[in-house]
């Protein structure tokens, strides 16, 4: 029998409902009494003045319940069981017309995004395929092609509910297209492992 090996590929980890309900509500009403600043490159997106939300035991305890997804992620990148920690974590409030332009988290290896609020769906994440490499610099799009894994140049993020997480490697560019509805209110982090040991060799780090 044929088989087709899928070689090398990303992960990314879709963990629904990771929040219960009273712990997004609690989150969303902190950071709507927040006083909030305008992000540099969108003149609808914006932060909060919780500059460091992992300072109240609020977004502590939302990064405790990342805990275990963060070890069985950091287990599929890195093939063991490490302690992680969220290294910090950030708000974002995507009005409408707002949109995030495409990234990439430095000095960091595992990134992270709670949604706090529902997504129109013209705003749902978008992970593009890393440019470069050894890639073919031909494309073939065509209405009646089959789009997938091996030729899509982008992964749009299905429907999110509020409470749900999605993790990804933190060198995975990603973007926000213009948001057509409502506020749209989302927790990102960055997360590292307290070593990583190649033979013996070591490093650690801590937040
Ligand atoms: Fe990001």
């Not at 879709?14 to 989150?27: H, S």
């Not at 500059?51 to 063991?80: C, H, R, S, V, Y």
Request: hydrophobic residues 40%; aromatic residues 10%; contains cysteine.
């Amino acid at each position: 029998m044929d088989t087709v090996e899928p070689l090398f590929p990303i992960p990314l980890m879709r963990c629904p409902q990771v929040l219960p309900a009273d712990l997004v509500e609690a989150a969303v009403a902190t950071i709507r009494s927040a006083e909030v600043e305008q992000n540099l490159r969108s003149d609808q997106l914006f932060h909060t003045a919780i500059a460091n939300p992992l300072a109240l035991p609020l977004f502590q305890q939302i990064a405790a319940l990342t805990q275990p997804k963060l070890a069985d992620f950091g287990q599929l990148i890195f093939g063991e069981i490490l302690q992680w920690s969220v290294k910090e974590m950030w708000i974002n409030l995507l009005e409408r017309g707002g949109g995030q332009a495409l990234h990439a988290h430095a000095n960091s290896f595992v990134s992270g995004v709670i949604y706090l609020t529902p997504s129109h769906p013209s705003c749902r994440t978008v992970f593009v395929r890393p440019p470069g490499g050894s890639d073919f610099s031909f494309r073939h799009h065509t209405r009646e092609m089959a789009m997938g894994p091996y030729n899509a140049g982008k992964y749009v993020l299905p429907e999110v509910l509020p409470g749900d997480m999605v993790l990804f490697p933190s060198y995975l560019y990603h973007e926000v297209p213009r948001n057509q509805g409502d506020q749209r209110i989302t927790l990102a982090f960055n997360a590292i492992p307290d070593r990583l040991d190649c033979w013996g060799y070591q490093i650690r780090f801590t937040p």
